[in-house]
């Protein structure tokens, strides 16, 4: 196995903590993971993304160049990842903030209205939460348990906010399964 | 409630400078770094010194000031920005070169430079930015953070055992001989930002007339490192950074006294 | 397999010298590694260590100087800008013979640059950014793993050698998250009689760099160059991947060679037998191995990032009459495995006289 | 771009697209004439905009201009219409 | 009239103090640098410190402080002494530092690394000879040279127009919440010598009551670059360095001023 | 013959200065190059120039980089620990494009060293000191009357690629005094329509180093490495002596190739046939010139005042299969001819296998 | 080494192969029993010598150790002889 | 001709300045010529010395190490000079502050009390001069009268001191005229 996921957004949006999410799912499960956030003198405001290279063997380049998996969380991202993606990969978009669809025909596309469903659990912040269902559902790069463990063992002083990101992480499970 | 377009008949109250460039800045929402450009901005056009005025940038949150001005700028590494401008004005006394600086940079790093300028007298402009943090590396103690105050390397709080005390730059930098105006105001509230206007642009006439070293800190708000709201922000700078920071005029020699003197008869009109 | 925690490069750096016994952290922060500096703040009080966010880099190096005669294991960490102006401290320690252990994390230059991740400071690291006739041991981490453990090694060779210990990482090293092994932590530290302890009990210790009298000093540079050559002979470290049947040998450092691990796959993938070798130290420089390599390799491909410096170390290793190419990017932009690939085909199209 | 208001003796023009929703304009405004939008801008922003039922009561003070970190406020006073509106 | 051995029955009124190593200064004749060591040596003596004295030597004349005292010492480079003492101190706060810095690199080069000592109020001391010149490169204008002094890179005497004017590092680094106590001493007469040493224990004792930050400020005469006979140079300093430099104390706090009231209750016995 | 004037190395520098147009200096005092500066601080003002003393060499390197931004010839002089702390001034430069000469009359080092001439600083001044992708040209003179012209020309070069340009002399050369032909003032300096002048009838101008995203910073390390390039293509320079039928070469520069030039002799009446290469400027470097003479020459004996930097470009130059030995002296003391004698008899006795 | 004095209430030794001759001691000494040799010693002074005549009227003030630069004075009170000298 | 010349004695004592003339004389009489001082941390007091080769070839080390000529100044000096100096050389010997005498018989020795000629020349500064007087007497390496040129333009300001040092050279030449 050897898997390359892009997410990206805007700041704010909580783009590196699923990526952080995803990385730490992967150790638990086993695997080689790189984590690589971008970083930059850009504040608030600007595109956020990291990238989350998972394998079986020893990884090497740090960076990835053609996404098997992704998630666009705001219009400018998805400018970005539609071109890089690889084919067959999987690119979750989120419809909430992103009115364009994706034209390229060789990936498989889910749009998945992660805001709007999170407004709908009270809590307008876990959007990222919804995405990263809908693309481990749609892409089983790690399982939404280890996800789920993960979350216990990151956040385990606020139980408020791990319930609802737990909410939200099945919400986007349970778009990307009725898709 | 239909849309209208603006008339040039309309008076104008209040508009972008000329000064600043079409440009937007690159600062967070509320960040007080935006208020003070667009005051210098306006500055420069109000003296009518955009073809003299140069902007000597400093690493920080400012560092590209030179693209929001529409006038020449560049950038010094970090802290040596009263050097670079000293230079500038000692090549071309016409230029009206100021150092635009954070605490970070003026107030750590560049402590020799800045001492060294006022001790010199240099005919140049400092606008000193204190925000009591180092803002674009991520929040760390700058040496103008107040005890008690949290930063991301000063995880409890600032401690004055483990950390020192935060530096009044002004009282310091008063007690030099070749300073000529010193003043710290804040950008609290629209009076306050009005009197901020008013100082920076006594400093730039101090060095329009030639008297020395002008020097005017800003306090001014951090939001995302201070992890408040931009509102409250404003309200936690009147709090805690006006009683360790008190506004005010710490060197006004009478040249430039004079020349504010000269102000005030002329507003009066 | 034991436990692994995810973690970034720059709090590996951090957590490796608290596990190495780092008595005294001194630093000014700077992108892309203020996560140790912070992490410090935090880290070095709760273990009753010192901690202290100095005004600057000059500060911070004279610091580890002063921690360093004083006996203590210390350490600064910074990034391109930064190291300039340490150098000066640096080629003090190195002088005056104080272990301690700086911290590179590079980003892009020359100038203010920006703040990715580069290469650009080998010259200035590896043969010595500061004046006069000194060394300083030169490590270069490839993985998150890697952060750790050589800085707990920076601190055994600083030591050891009572010299200055370069870690010399990279932006992107930095910044990324991979699992690491926790290493056990050094219980004991080694004794320093020279150290500035207070003359107790023993006549006075004195630490300097300085003869006043010109002739009295080529002397204390012997010393020096005595230990260097030691360095040179005991300390040369680095990693060969794929040697034994390659006609073209990758040779890159640091998150460089990363991506030539992977370009290495890939063109082997493609039939092409190509190897990987990759200095952990960069100085001593592993001038031997690629010299061997070179009694039966023509082909060496060096992927750097930075614009041609690294690879000057390589020539002088294989000589001249090896085909020596460069595959490369810098100014704070990764140089990716694709690129290393084509840069490897390429070569292996070229006719040899070519 | 540009949001516009009523034609009164002062108003006050919102560039909303490089508006950062940082709400220092509202805080200071003694009239409470602006507000923030229900959209987001490009930038990901909530963007303030003025609340056009109250917007006739712009005195023209440009509190909210002189405190716009990102000079994205301007103020004007509209001469077409000479007399005041009533208080 | 004949040669006599010293008996021991004879009592010491004055003797080289026993932390002075039996090593020649290799100062000008009539230098004040060996006047302000020697008074070092017997402070530690007197205080019993030697086992935890550690000087910390800066670049200038005094560049050899550490052969010269008999305990632990060392090279700091130009201007960094205290950044050097600083960690020192942190690592080993039973050690007792003190930098013993010239004007030229406590004033010059080294502004950051006290400004900041003095700011985080380090609890070492700090030794500053103020000569109002670099001695050791010849001679040149340093930060303390006076308007008008000569020196050999102010051929015509300093001009503050092209050179500034010099640094009262006292005035300045008592603005500083950090230090506990700062004075300015001379040693241009017997008398001047007494309270110089009076005020450099105070100083060493403000260290070890752990108060923060002290510095003595030294007027000190270097008479081969202020090209004057010895005697003579002393009479310059009175007559020039006296009216720009007031001796005294500009910062003790109340915890420094107990240790000293406490020493007048002692000393009156 | 023109008329000469004794001169001392340093001062020689100092009027090179002047006659090049020099319009600001500033400088901080170290031994043993304070004469410059206190000349600087006589005659600038004579010539209506900018004399600055500052606080220490950062604020002079940075000083000398707001006055080439304001487009005028600057220089400052310093000794090799006050170039480290110029170190990441000349980076800024380099990355900023501005021109400026930065006179290096280097010491004993490392550490506070000593104040006797050396070589020492060969690698942090012609590979680089600093962080970052950047190059500058060094100019090594080996004469007072080179101490003036290469100043001269250093100000020439510098303007010619924007980029600043290091004179690095020694402590002996700089105090020593020969005879020197003055030369011509420079009367016609380049005009500079990017500099800082005010944005008067004119487009903004800004001299920056900084991007913000990595990603447009290459382009302009490019354009930085395509000067670089257009240097090694266009200004190396070197002289050579009795090349013709020399079976060793001594190769050296500056005060180390004075000496050099006695051995020659020296070895030239003892009828061994010693020829000298000696480079002037020591980047751009002749691989060129040398890689030429190792078609024919064997032997080649690298005398230097440091403890084996330069000598690693020679055999960068000539290859592995050459010998190249090395004479030396560091830490303040000068080499003297009969050191360099006896190096070359020793090595024309080895045999070539040895 | 050690020019010595008269035994006296109090004397000072000199050492004059340290002394640099700058002549602080003389001028503040208040007794000027302090004065030049008139020889130079190895490192090329003139050294202090304490002029004959005068060392009994030495006080042991220690105002001359107390100013040598060079810390080569001492200063002694003779307890041999218990008797004040005629002042 | 290749002259090595070495000059030595304590601070003070002028001996860079019988060094200058000795450089200035040379190019004056259009030789090749490297001036050579000592420099140091070292204050007053401390041994000062400088060389000074003079040749009508292109000069290469800036260094002397076996004199041709010599003046020793003060004890320390001729310490240090005796073992240098060249078979044949002549070393001048300011017997005023030197007491020993040189033992190589390979050498051709000048004693002479420089400082006392110059007291008896009312200024005892002038010592230096009476052994450059000395020296280029004994060795002919520059003419007095290109000494003397020398000085009228280096001093000219400074009637009576030059009026001295012209005759405290001739009292050093005619000293070793007289030995
Ligand atoms: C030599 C050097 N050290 C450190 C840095 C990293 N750095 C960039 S900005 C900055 C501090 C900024 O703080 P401040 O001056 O307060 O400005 P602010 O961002 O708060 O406006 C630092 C430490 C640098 N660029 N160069
Ligand atoms: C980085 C650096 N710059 C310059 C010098 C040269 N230097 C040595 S001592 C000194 C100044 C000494 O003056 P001061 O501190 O006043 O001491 P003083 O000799 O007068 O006692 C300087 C500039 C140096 N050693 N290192
Ligand atoms: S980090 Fe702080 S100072 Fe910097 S732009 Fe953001 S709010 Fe402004
Ligand atoms: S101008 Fe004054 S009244 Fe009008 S919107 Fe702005 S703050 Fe409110
Ligand atoms: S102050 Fe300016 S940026 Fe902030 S919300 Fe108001 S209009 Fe927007
Ligand atoms: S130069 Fe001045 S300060 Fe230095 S030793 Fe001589 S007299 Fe003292
Ligand atoms: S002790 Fe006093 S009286 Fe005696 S010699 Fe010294 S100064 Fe003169
Ligand atoms: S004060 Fe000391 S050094 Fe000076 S003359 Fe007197 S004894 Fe000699
Ligand atoms: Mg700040
Ligand atoms: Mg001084």
Known sequence: MHEEIAVAGFGGQGVLFVGRLLAEASLLEGREVVWMPSYGAEKRGGTVWCNVTISDEKIGDLFITRPTAAIAMNPASLVKLEPAMKSGGLLVVNQSLVPSKVSREDIRVVYVPANDLATELGDDSVGNLVTLGALVTGCPVVSTSSIIAVMDNLLPKNQRRLEINKRALSKGCAWTQGN | ?269 | MSKKTLMAGNIAIAEGAILAGCQAYFGYPITPQNEILEHMSKRMPEEGRVFVQTESELAAINMVYGAAAAGCRAMTSTSSPGFSLEQEGISYMSGAELPGVIVNVMRGGPGLGNIGGAQGDYFQSAKGGGHGDYRVINLAPASVQEMMDLTMLAFELADKYRNPVVVLADGFLGQAMEPVVMREPVTELPSKPWAITGALGRAKNIINSFEMDPVNFPPRVKLLLRKFKKMRRNEVRYEGLNLGDASLVIVAYGSASRSALTAMKMARQEGIPVGLLRPITLFPFPYEALSNLAQRINDFLVAELSSGQFIEDVKLAVGLDKRVALVNQYGGVPLLAEEILEAIEKMIKQPVGG | MVVAQRPNLAYVIIDTERCKGCRLCISVCPKKIIGLASHINQMGYTPAVVIEEKAHECTGCTACAIMCPDTVISVYRCDRVPSKPAS
């Open chain 2, 1 to 269: 409630m239909t849309k209208f377009s603006i008339s040039e008949l309309d008076t104008v109250l209040y508009h972008r400078p000329e000064s600043l460039e079409d440009y937007p800045f690159h600062f967070c929402p509320g960040c007080g770094h935006g208020i003070v450009f667009r005051l210098i901005a306006e500055i420069v056009d109000e003296l009518n010194i955009k073809e003299r005025a140069v902007c000597v940038a400093c690493v920080g949150c400012s560092v590209n000031s030179y693209h929001y001005f529409n006038f020449d700028g560049l950038e010094s590494a970090h802290g040596r920005a009263p050097a670079v401008a000293t230079a500038i004005k000692r090549c071309h006394p016409h230029l009206v070169p100021f150092t635009y600086q954070g605490d970070g940079d003026l107030a750590a790093i560049g402590t020799a430079e800045i001492v060294h300028a006022c001790a010199r007298g240099e005919n140049i402009t400092t606008i000193f930015v204190n925000n009591a943090v180092y803002g674009m590396t991520g929040g760390q103690m700058a040496p103008t953070t107040l005890v008690g105050m949290y930063s991301t390397s000063t995880p409890g709080g600032r401690k004055p055992s483990l950390s020192g005390y935060p530096i009044r730059v002004c009282e310091m930098l008063s007690t030099l001989d070749g300073t000529a105006y010193v003043a710290r105001v804040s950008v609290h509230n629209p009076a306050a930002v009005r009197k901020t206007k008013q100082a920076i642009k006594l400093a730039f006439r101090t060095q329009l007339a030639n008297l020395g070293m002008s020097l005017v800190e800003v306090l001014s708000p951090c939001p995302v490192n201070w992890r408040l709201e931009p509102v409250k922000a404003l309200e936690w700078l009147v709090k805690h950074m006006l009683p360790q920071y008190p506004l005010g005029e710490f060197k006004v020699i009478e040249a430039v006294a004079a020349l504010k003197k000269g102000d005030r008869l002329c507003t009066k009109k």
